[in-house]
């Protein structure tokens, strides 16, 4: 099993940055595919990033150049570094772990309880 406890949202003004953390605990956190989704109200999960255990990357095409997603095997935690934020950025923000990193929410195996991100106009 494994436990994924995700922090750093909050409320930031659109052209601002937000840095979330993942943190990772039970089965070895270096050989799972860890991915980060969003949703908005009313609308569906929908993939923002995600990182394989070989560390390469994969992001949603409105996120890529403003988002970083990176992992930190010793502390066995993913970050996703978002810059430049848009009020379309505003979401329930989750990270999911697996067997491997896709961009399809239903292959994960294991989910935080979500951190909130707005972003004012």
């Known amino acids: 099993q494994v436990q994924l406890v995700e922090s750093g949202g909050g409320l930031v003004q659109a052209g601002g940055s937000l840095r979330l953390s993942c943190a990772a605990s039970?089965?070895?956190?270096?050989?799972?595919?860890m991915g980060w989704f969003r949703q908005a109200p009313g609308k569906e999960r929908e993939f923002v990033a995600r990182?394989?255990?070989?560390?390469?990357?994969d992001y949603e095409d409105s996120v890529k150049g403003r988002f970083t997603i990176a992992r930190d095997n010793a502390r066995n935690t993913v970050y996703l570094q978002m810059n430049s934020l848009k009020p379309e950025d505003t979401g329930v923000y989750y990270c999911?772990?697996?067997?491997?990193?896709?961009?399809?929410?239903?292959?994960?195996?294991?989910w935080g309880q979500g951190t909130q991100v707005t972003v004012s106009s």
């Open positions: 039970g089965q070895s956190f270096s050989t799972l595919g």
């Open positions: 999911g772990g697996g067997r491997f990193a896709s961009r399809v929410a239903e292959d994960y195996d294991y």
């Open positions: 990182i394989h255990w070989n560390r390469v990357t």
